[in-house]
């Protein structure tokens, strides 16, 4: 796996969501290095970790585990946003006894159907081998989808090459397991760990109806939201989620 880490102190592993790399994380990575070993990590087909064609939540969670054993780290803070809020969550679910703290930016431990189909169709008709350009890329992607945030967002994932351009990630693996990305946590008891789940106030994946549940399984989670921000709250208002985030880091 690759990773990154900087600074010093109690660690803090921080995983990306679908289609991200650690590289989404650096600067607010760096903020936080203030007070933390801060380690950036590329989840298993993304940014520059290792391709594999088995993908879900056992596996990433595995994936963790063996980088904390690796890196000696003990008492570790998790952070992770969506997929890597999953992530997170099922590796303390295995694991509770390793974990000090755990924050789950925009996501929940419910089932969530499938709703990537566009991105992925856009992704995949998209002639990587052929590009001249990324902003020959950028405009074709501009056909499918129209934000211009989730367009930069998702471009991060071309690379150059001595052949034109590829992906970064393994678009193939992500694609065929596509429906491990939205199952749900698996769990057998409470995990009784302090848990913030902060999530943006105009994003639908935690839902006020979901926090009921949620308690069930986190008996001391917290609940915060960003109001002006979608689901990527961390890169919409990056000022506001390092404040409170810091804030349940340091209570």
Do not use: C
Request: glycine share 8%.
């Amino acid at each position: 796996m690759n990773y990154k880490s900087i600074g010093e102190g109690q660690p803090l592993i921080i995983l990306h969501g679908l289609f991200g790399s650690l590289d989404n994380w650096l600067t607010l990575g760096k903020r936080y290095a203030e007070k933390y070993q801060v380690i950036l990590v590329d989840q298993r087909n993304h940014g520059k970790s290792f391709h594999d064609g088995e993908f879900d939540y056992t596996l990433m969670a595995q994936d963790l585990d063996a980088l904390i054993e690796h890196m000696n780290l003990e008492n570790p803070i998790l952070l992770g946003h969506s997929m890597g809020g999953k992530t997170v969550m099922q590796y303390t679910a295995f694991h509770p006894e390793k974990v000090h703290k755990l924050i789950v930016a925009d996501i929940g431990p419910k089932y969530y159907p499938v709703h990537h189909e566009t991105i992925i169709k856009a992704l995949k008709s998209m002639p990587v081998k052929t590009l001249q350009s990324r902003e020959e890329a950028e405009e074709l992607l501009l056909k499918d989808i129209q934000d211009f945030g989730t367009r930069s967002f998702l471009l991060k994932n071309l690379k150059r090459t001595p052949e034109g351009f590829d992906w970064k990630m393994n678009l193939g693996g992500i694609s065929a397991n596509i429906e491990e990305v939205g199952k749900p946590l698996d769990y057998y008891l409470p995990i009784e760990l302090p848990t913030l789940f902060i999530y943006g106030g105009q994003s639908n994946y935690i839902l006020d109806e979901d926090k009921e549940d949620i308690h069930e399984i986190f008996p001391q989670a917290e609940f915060t939201s960003i109001p002006d921000s979608g689901h990527w709250l961390h890169a919409d208002n990056p000022d506001k989620f390092f404040q409170l985030t810091s804030h349940f880091l340091s209570s």
